[in-house]
């Protein structure tokens, strides 16, 4: 199956600075990636729909300043977590959307970020 | 506007019974339905879905659902259980499209020896 992969897997970083996780789709190109983040012991909660060389589309509630997104390319989409806070801490999950008729989102594996 | 509920939090169950982790949903609109497993620490796998045919959908792991319109329900079952099948699974809806998709709250199936 198609492969998502996530960088870095997990960082931990001091408050009021700025991390940038990566999602890659690695043997496929993907229009369309998806960020998500999940609370402990919670679902995953959707924050933006990725589309390649267009702005991302954010959930409600979701601060566009915050979490920038950016998606280069058909295989690259990466979050910024701008000046992050303890509260900013969570675990990070990618989706990337083949298309083509199958409708089916590959998960990259996560990023735990935390916030001290 | 859609909305999924999986009606248990936990389910502890013996190794080697049966299991089913029980999913409803609304829509105003057709889905797709899924089922996926997420372990400690890592991404979601996709266990199995329902986009149209057979009601009835076989997985991987031994897994399979069964999509009941009637009852907007997608209950996943497995007829024997192994300790590795404990991890917290989730399932989920989007409209035919798949452009959103919404996840449940998740159940977490805990596998005793």
């Known amino acids: 199956g198609a492969v998502v992969s996530q960088h870095p897997s997990w960082v931990i970083c001091k408050s009021g600075t700025s991390v940038k996780i990566e999602c890659r789709s690695l043997d496929f190109q993907a229009t369309t990636m998806f960020w998500y983040r999940q609370f402990p012991k919670q679902s995953l909660m959707l924050m933006a729909t990725?589309?390649?060389?267009?702005?991302?589309?954010?959930e409600q509630g979701v601060e566009k300043d915050k979490f920038l997104i950016n998606h280069a390319s058909l295989t690259l989409s990466t979050l910024t977590v701008t000046s992050a806070h303890p509260e900013d801490s969570s675990f990070y999950i990618c989706?990337?959307?083949?298309?083509?008729?199958?409708?089916?989102?590959?998960f990259g594996p996560g990023t735990r970020l935390t916030v001290l | 506007a859609q909305s999924v509920t999986q009606l248990d939090s936990q389910v502890p169950v013996f190794e080697e019974a049966p299991v089913e982790l029980r999913c409803n949903y609304s829509?105003?609109?057709?889905?797709?339905l899924f089922w996926y497993v997420q372990y400690p620490n890592q991404g979601l796998q996709l266990l199995l879905k329902y986009l149209s045919g057979s009601t009835l959908v076989k997985g991987i792991n031994g897994f399979e659902a069964e999509f009941n319109k009637s009852q907007t329900s997608f209950h996943l079952r497995k007829p024997s259980v192994h300790i590795s099948d404990t991890a917290e699974y989730f399932c989920a809806v989007d409209n035919t499209g798949g452009f959103k998709t919404i996840f449940g709250a998740g159940t977490r199936l805990f596998v005793k020896a």
């Open positions: 990725s589309n390649e060389g267009s702005k991302a589309t954010y």
């Open positions: 989706s990337a959307f083949e298309g083509g008729g199958e409708d089916e989102q590959f």
């Open positions: 829509s105003s609109v057709s889905v797709y």
